[in-house]
């Protein structure tokens, strides 16, 4: 599997979508596959919310608590909130062992646009809360 991970942020809804490829076995591969986060999420130049679709991701379960440290770090600064989908099997339960092991949230939508409608609902959640 060729390692990429494909961004497309939507200006209008404020949400970069991503399409996360990679096999992560190594501390290495985390931390390369978070710097190649961070190069294209600072090119967004405000804070945002993500979908991401990891259908693609494997994240081994030597450097889960590895990952969900570096993920905190990663989108603690730019990221509002964040919603993942996916229908493989596999890829749910790993990032769901991931979640777990970082004490992280681990909601994963079916779909892009359940994602999506999660992602509102966030953005109405904080909307009230500054009301």
């Known amino acids: ?7 497309d ?3 209008a809804s404020n949400i970069l979508f991503v399409e996360d490829q990679w096999d992560i076995k190594t501390k290495e ?5 978070f ?3 961070e190069r294209n999420m600072k090119s967004v130049k ?9 259908d693609k991701l494997a994240v081994h379960a030597d450097v889960a608590e590895y990952y969900g440290e570096v993920a905190r770090k990663a989108t603690n600064e730019l990221v509002l909130g964040l919603a993942r989908w996916g229908v493989d099997s596999t890829a749910r339960m ?8 970082a004490k992280m949230p681990y909601t994963i939508h079916t779909s892009r646009e ?10 109405a959640e904080r909307t009230n809360k500054r009301q």
Do not use: C, G, P, S
């Open 35 to 37: 710097a190649e986060y």
């Open 114 to 123: 359940k994602a999506v409608q999660a992602v509102e609902q966030m953005k």
């Open 9 to 11: 942020y939507d200006r």
């Open 29 to 33: 591969d985390v931390d390369a596959f």
């Open 94 to 101: 790993a990032l769901r062992t991931t979640a777990m092991k």
């Open 46 to 54: 405000e804070k945002f919310w993500m979908v991401a679709h990891i």
């Open 1 to 7: 599997m060729e390692n990429k991970i494909t961004f």
